[in-house]
């Protein structure tokens, strides 16, 4: 099982980034799929999350209105597009996969998001 995240990068605040995360080896369909991130010296958090068909999206209340999470089960790929980034928002952002039977979890290696003017 792969989970490879792209996207990251140097923002402005208020900037946008749209992170990718394409997996491989898993019945992507299955898994709940989520972004995490974890700042310098904080435990790492939930951002948001979505059910295998969609039906069910949640964000932390930091986000929301800003942040926008998206799959393609087709494709499987998850997405967080981010907008009106603050510097708030500097952290490793991770991507998540859990079987929502099994709950067998499965992390990608994190991408760099700074925001910095």
């Known amino acids: 099982v792969r989970l490879v995240e792209s996207g990251g990068g140097l923002v402005q605040p208020g900037g946008s980034l749209r992170l990718s995360c394409v997996t491989s080896?898993?019945?992507?369909?299955?898994?709940?799929m989520s972004w995490y991130r974890q700042a310098p010296g904080k435990e790492r958090e939930l951002v948001a999350s979505?059910?295998?068909?969609?039906?069910?999206?949640d964000y932390t209340d930091s986000v929301n209105g800003r942040f926008t999470i998206s799959r393609d089960n087709a494709e499987n790929t998850v997405n967080l597009q981010m907008n009106s980034l603050k510097t708030e928002d500097k952290a490793v952002y991770y991507c998540?996969?859990?079987?929502?039977?099994?709950?067998?979890?499965?992390w990608g290696q994190g991408t760099q998001v700074t925001v910095s003017s």
């Open positions: 998540n996969a859990e079987d929502g039977r099994t709950r067998q979890n499965y």
């Open positions: 080896g898993l019945t992507f369909s299955r898994y709940l």
């Open positions: 979505m059910t295998p068909g969609g039906g069910s999206i």
